[in-house]
């Protein structure tokens, strides 16, 4: 490569695995959390599971580490200035943090942060500066590869290529540096993941259906984001029951994959995304992910989808045109999907722009950062309470009071019961609630269920720390139950629930 290599003596791991047996996550003055002290919003726990083949213990323990992880990392950047080389996350769990450095003075300043520290010959502002190079100097159909991006963990641009000969000359022609552009034969063909019939997210026009980003506002306007290639500025869209939604007020495509719509008075945007199951996850902010940390992907197509961010910066070329500063990842999609949710933890990432493969055989997936977009149209993205982040201590719960219905009993450790013993019947939509009350020292969780022939599916879920939860859930008329379940210990409960 060019003079790269893995600082070997002094500078092992000092940011620890968050271990199934309480481990602390980072060196430092922070409060240790074990795994199961921390829990990830709705549905995320099984996406991840499922997706990135995980255990339940092992994923509550990688997001617990990336939530520490980013800290660490935003500090040693700024620390570092103009000499940061990139980061990423490693390990099962996500229990290495690499920080790269073009200066080798830096090298204890990164280990005594809690990272294992690289050193290498290009800042990240420096390979920044090839890829848009590359991006003006190298056409964007034929032999100019379909996506270009930048690689940080090897400290290059890689250029994905069909036709890997042709590309090689080409970079060539315009003069780049052979020695840190690397082209790469890929059968990778990215589409863009709209105009596809039938769904429930929003359409535009009479065929083309796409999928809600974020929630925002400007000024006193609601709305939300979604991917450019959706519509035009003065586009008219429709809900997910054909009913006028609203318009788009700004589109940029190609070179951006963004847009944001501002909906009509009859509809209330949510600081929240889908889950895929029926309920929602919280939206808290949006900060920006790590390289190699896990990240959510939710559509009208494919509903909740799962995998890890691989690279920052990449270009991509469609038939429709160019794409720059997209994210790429392990995320599958599928045409409708575009202008979807990509949501790490609680915190917002971006919108899905297109990719190739499917969710049967797996795929490859791009977003575009939401931060961008916020900034382009001076938007705010909308944001509700975040995930409790580990180590802080929750607050008091609150009294169970103003609910109807009341059930009692008691759950030896991993029992579980549905209350009502049956189920009850909820004849209009509208909200759920319960409270969960039980003993000190024990783990209860709460989920609500709702019968869909065959089978009760989970639509709403309480996984906090102790053994008080609450639901609040707005659903379709139907039949439903709670379930109550002990994680660990043995407690008498009360659970006090409210239907529509």
Not at 154 to 174: G, M, Q
Not at 357 to 383: H, K, R
């Amino acid at each position: 490569m060019f003079g790269r290599h893995a600082v070997a003596t002094g500078c092992v791991l000092a940011v620890t695995a968050l271990t199934l047996t309480g481990v602390p996550a980072a060196a430092g003055p922070r409060v240790p959390v074990t795994a199961s002290a921390w829990k990830p919003p709705s549905g995320m726990l099984e996406a991840l599971q499922r997706d990135l083949g995980l255990t339940r213990e092992q994923v509550r323990a990688r997001l617990a580490n990336e939530i520490r992880m980013s800290g660490v990392e935003a500090d040693l950047r700024e620390a570092l200035g103009d000499r940061f080389g990139g980061s990423w996350l490693m390990g099962t769990v996500s229990q290495t943090l690499v920080v790269a450095t073009t200066d080798p003075a830096d090298l204890p300043t990164i280990v005594a942060a809690g990272a294992r520290a690289e050193l290498v010959k290009r800042s990240l502002t420096e390979l920044a500066g090839l890829i848009s190079d590359l991006n003006v100097d190298l056409p964007g159909k034929g032999g100019g590869g379909d996506v270009r991006f930048v690689d940080a963990r090897n400290n290059r641009i890689v250029i994905l290529s069909k036709s890997p000969l042709a590309t090689e000359d080409l970079v060539e022609a315009v003069g780049a540096d052979s020695s840190v552009v690397k082209v790469v034969p890929s059968t990778e063909r990215p589409r863009l993941l709209s105009d596809v019939q039938g769904g429930d997210a929003y359409y535009v026009g009479v065929a083309s259906r796409c999928s809600v980003g974020f929630s925002v506002t400007r000024g006193t306007q609601a709305g939300f984001v979604s991917a450019g290639h959706c519509g035009k500025t003065g586009d008219a869209t429709t809900g997910f029951n054909r009913v006028p939604l609203g318009i788009f007020r700004a589109s940029s495509f190609p070179e951006n994959d963004y847009a944001w719509v501002a909906v009509n008075a009859g509809w209330t945007p949510k600081p929240v995304v889908s889950n895929g199951a029926g309920g929602t996850v919280p939206v808290a902010g949006s900060r920006p992910a790590l390289e190699g940390a896990s990240v959510c992907r939710s559509g009208s197509t494919t509903d909740w989808h799962c995998g890890l961010i691989r690279q920052f910066n990449a270009s991509v070329t469609y038939p429709q045109g160019t794409i720059h500063g997209l994210t790429r990842t392990s995320v599958c999609a599928e045409p409708g999907d575009s202008g979807g949710s990509f949501i790490s933890v609680d915190q917002a990432q971006g919108v899905t722009s297109g990719g190739s493969g499917n969710c049967a055989t797996g795929g490859v997936t791009y977003f575009q950062p939401i931060n961008e977009i916020l900034t382009a149209y001076d938007l705010t993205l909308l944001t509700g309470d975040a995930t409790t982040p580990p180590g802080t201590v929750p607050p008091a719960p609150t009294v169970c009071t103003g609910y109807p219905k009341t059930y009692t009993g008691t759950l030896n450790n991993g029992q579980s019961v549905s209350q009502p013993s049956r189920y009850y019947r909820a004849a209009v939509a509208g909200m759920h609630s319960a409270c969960l009350d039980g003993g000190d020292g024990v783990d209860f969780d709460l989920y609500l269920q709702r019968w869909r022939r065959p089978n009760w599916v989970t639509v709403a879920t309480s996984e906090g720390a102790g053994s008080d939860e609450r639901i609040s859930y707005t659903g379709p008329p139907g039949f439903y139950r709670y379930r109550v379940v002990s994680v660990s210990g043995s407690s008498p409960y009360t659970l006090k629930a409210k239907a529509p």
